[in-house]
């Protein structure tokens, strides 16, 4: 079965550290885009951190810039966010996506899983 599932979340007290992960169950995150999502309720749905589908290049948001950090570990096919000091403005549902995209002759291959989402709480 090809999913995505997520780990991680609970409620941590503000400048406290949680650490997300993301496993893909029946493929590989290679050539994927992976993405780490958030959103809360009313709001829109916010990019948080990205790895690109070529190399290592990652992405923050600006409010989470220096904060989070995306990594992966190839071995487990995982992909994890470290998250420290946080903010209870970083309270929300975090939620896993892969994207791939391939064109080869024309064939076009369009891949795109998510995961259930895993609450964060950041509260005293």
């Known amino acids: 079965q090809l999913q995505l599932v997520e780990s991680g979340g609970g409620k941590v007290q503000p400048g406290g550290s949680l650490t997300l992960s993301c496993a893909a169950s029946g493929f590989t995150f290679s050539g994927y885009r992976v993405t780490w999502y958030r959103r809360v309720p009313g709001k829109e749905r916010e990019l948080v951190a990205r790895?690109?589908?070529?190399?290592?290049?990652?992405t923050y948001a600006n409010s989470t810039k220096g904060r989070f950090t995306i990594s992966r570990d190839n071995a487990k096919n995982t992909v994890y966010l470290q998250m420290n000091s946080l903010k209870p403005e970083d309270t929300a549902v975090y939620t896993c996506?892969?994207?791939?995209?391939?064109?080869?002759?024309?064939?076009?291959?369009?891949?795109?899983?998510w995961g259930q989402g895993t609450q964060v709480t950041v509260s005293s």
């Open positions: 996506n892969a994207y791939y995209y391939g064109d080869s002759d024309g064939q076009v291959i369009e891949n795109d899983y």
């Open positions: 790895f690109s589908s070529i190399g290592e290049t990652t």
